[in-house]
């Protein structure tokens, strides 16, 4: 008598490929997300992903996982931890990055791992059945790993998964396969509100909602000038930002493993010396940051976010390299942030730094920013900064 084989039991192999490799794993139909695209789609018309190019059909496409691979029945989710601790030797006058920054750019790692995971379930199927994405395509990956109850999604946004806390990359092989799903997890904050009370920029509205052009992850990213008025909020943060994350009860008691990979080689790497950040060039940045997710915007960029926490550094030993800057910095971008520096120092250098290129500068928005921080304090008669109490260090 024939014995009769059943299909592999793909749940098996993607989840022994996964643990294999030190990654939390669970599955998901691949039906569209209604909720999450009215979601998303409401979030999108609020105005408050207004640097993301975000709109209704993005928020349809990221609902649906046809959109990645025609013919998809399950999601397969997956989370990554990522954090380390900070590494020790944090100099003065040094920026912060954000844990997730701290080594290679983790869309290699989180391919790699999903790849693994995809071509054992190919190899199980007979056939190429699968499409892994991590950022890459428009897919809700929150919003999936919630439905596979992989983790819940916590006030400040971010999935938190039971044991492993939020600081987890998220990555998904969406596969033609029908694997029989997890069940979402029945989980809430309650009365917690602690990200809350710890976002600097009131970016967290309590309701579970973001409004991201206020979040210092997106400041730090845009490419063009960050509103004056959140500047002074965006504190010692050079890329990115961890602070709802860090006091978030679940992921305080978690104890994750994080992946080896995404160790931070020297403390440079976390906190990195502002004064060499601001001078940064394309060859340097290249060496240093190219391979990580710092290096997704470009040297100006860097340079410009160098600026603002030099500003909020309140040191007077920054003004001469701020004002290098002003006078000499290719960059418009960095030019202007470098002016608004010197203006929140205030010191009499800095201030005679804005009054000297007054009248030298070229660009018009650079003239308004010089402009901006002299008459902060022409109008008070004193600064900003002194009037809520903190004084320059020197
Ligand atoms: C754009 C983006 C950002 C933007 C906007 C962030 C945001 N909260 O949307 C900015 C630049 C601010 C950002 C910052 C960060 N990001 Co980001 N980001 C993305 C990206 C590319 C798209 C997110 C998106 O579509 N946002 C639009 C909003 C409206 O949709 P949503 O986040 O999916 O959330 C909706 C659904 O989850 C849905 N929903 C579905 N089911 C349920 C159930 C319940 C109960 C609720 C309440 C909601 C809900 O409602 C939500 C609101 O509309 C994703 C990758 C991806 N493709 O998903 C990474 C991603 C979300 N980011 C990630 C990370 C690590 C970060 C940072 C931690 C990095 C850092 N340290 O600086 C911060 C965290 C800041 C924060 N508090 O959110 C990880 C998150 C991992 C995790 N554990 O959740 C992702 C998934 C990347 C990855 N592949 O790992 N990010
Ligand atoms: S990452 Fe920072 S700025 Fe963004 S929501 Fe969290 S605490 Fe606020
Ligand atoms: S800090 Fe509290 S409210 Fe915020 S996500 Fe964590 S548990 Fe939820």
């Given at each position: 008598?024939?014995?009769?084989?059943?299909?592999?039991?793909?749940?098996?192999?993607?989840?022994?490929?996964?643990?294999?490799?030190?990654?939390?794993?669970?599955?998901?139909?691949?039906?569209?997300?209604?909720?999450?695209?009215?979601?998303?789609?409401?979030?999108?018309?609020?105005?408050?992903?207004?640097?993301?190019?975000?709109?209704?059909?993005?928020?349809?496409?990221?609902?649906?996982?046809?959109?990645?691979?025609?013919?998809?029945?399950?999601?397969?989710?997956?989370?990554?931890?990522?954090?380390?601790?900070?590494?020790?030797?944090?100099?003065?006058?040094?920026?912060?990055?954000?844990?997730?920054?701290?080594?290679?750019?983790?869309?290699?790692?989180?391919?790699?791992?999903?790849?693994?995971?995809?071509?054992?379930?190919?190899?199980?199927?007979?056939?190429?059945?699968?499409?892994?994405?991590?950022?890459?395509?428009?897919?809700?990956?929150?919003?999936?790993?919630?439905?596979?109850?992989?983790?819940?999604?916590?006030?400040?946004?971010?999935?938190?998964?039971?044991?492993?806390?939020?600081?987890?990359?998220?990555?998904?092989?969406?596969?033609?396969?029908?694997?029989?799903?997890?069940?979402?997890?029945?989980?809430?904050?309650?009365?917690?509100?602690?990200?809350?009370?710890?976002?600097?920029?009131?970016?967290?509205?309590?309701?579970?909602?973001?409004?991201?052009?206020?979040?210092?992850?997106?400041?730090?990213?845009?490419?063009?000038?960050?509103?004056?008025?959140?500047?002074?909020?965006?504190?010692?943060?050079?890329?990115?930002?961890?602070?709802?994350?860090?006091?978030?009860?679940?992921?305080?008691?978690?104890?994750?493993?994080?992946?080896?990979?995404?160790?931070?080689?020297?403390?440079?790497?976390?906190?990195?010396?502002?004064?060499?950040?601001?001078?940064?060039?394309?060859?340097?940045?290249?060496?240093?940051?190219?391979?990580?997710?710092?290096?997704?915007?470009?040297?100006?960029?860097?340079?410009?976010?160098?600026?603002?926490?030099?500003?909020?550094?309140?040191?007077?030993?920054?003004?001469?390299?701020?004002e290098?800057?002003l006078?000499?910095?290719?960059?418009?971008?960095?030019?202007?942030?470098?002016a608004?520096?010197l203006g929140?120092?205030?010191?009499?250098?800095a201030l005679d730094a804005l009054r000297c290129r007054e009248?030298?500068?070229?660009?018009?928005?650079?003239?308004?920013e010089i402009g901006?921080a002299l008459?902060?304090w022409?109008?008070?008669?004193?600064?900003?900064?002194?009037?809520?109490?903190?004084?320059?260090?020197?």
């Open positions: 008598m024939d014995t009769v084989v059943g299909p592999p039991d793909y749940r098996a192999i993607a989840r022994a490929s996964a643990h294999q490799r030190g990654a939390a794993v669970a599955f998901a139909t691949a039906e569209p997300e209604v909720a999450t695209r009215q979601r998303m789609g409401a979030a999108f018309a609020g105005g408050g992903f207004a640097t993301w190019r975000y709109d209704a059909a993005y928020a349809a496409a990221a609902s649906d996982p046809a959109t990645i691979l025609s013919g998809a029945r399950s999601v397969v989710c997956v989370a990554v931890p990522f954090a380390h601790p900070e590494p020790p030797g944090r100099a003065p006058l040094c920026g912060r990055v954000s844990n997730y920054a701290w080594s290679a750019d983790y869309h290699a790692r989180m391919r790699d791992i999903l790849g693994e995971i995809a071509r054992a379930l190919d190899a199980a199927a007979g056939s190429s059945v699968t499409r892994i994405t991590c950022d890459t395509a428009p897919l809700a990956e929150r919003a999936f790993a919630a439905r596979a109850g992989l983790g819940w999604i916590g006030k400040h946004t971010n999935l938190i998964a039971p044991g492993l806390g939020s600081f987890v990359f998220l990555g998904e092989i969406v596969t033609t396969l029908e694997i029989p799903p997890d069940a979402p997890l029945k989980k809430t904050c309650g009365t917690c509100t602690r990200c809350i009370g710890a976002c600097p920029t009131g970016a967290l509205r309590g309701d579970y909602t973001i409004d991201a052009n206020r979040c210092i992850s997106d400041l730090t990213q845009r490419t063009d000038a960050i509103p004056r008025e959140l500047r002074a909020l965006i504190g010692d943060w050079v890329w990115g930002c961890d602070l709802c994350q860090l006091v978030c009860p679940p992921t305080q008691r978690a104890s994750p493993r994080a992946d080896a990979a995404f160790a931070p080689t020297i403390a440079a790497e976390a906190f990195p010396a502002l004064l060499g950040l601001l001078r940064l060039r394309s060859g340097e940045f290249k060496r240093r940051y190219r391979h990580t997710a710092m290096g997704w915007r470009g040297a100006a960029v860097l340079r410009r976010n160098a600026a603002v926490a030099l500003g909020n550094a309140l040191d007077r030993a920054a003004v001469p390299a701020l290098a800057a006078e000499v910095d290719p960059h418009p971008l960095v030019r202007g942030h470098a608004w520096a929140r120092i205030g010191s009499p250098r009248g030298g500068e070229a660009d018009g928005v650079v003239r308004e901006a008459a902060s022409e109008t008070f008669g004193r600064p900003r900064a002194l009037e809520s109490g903190r004084k320059p260090s020197r």
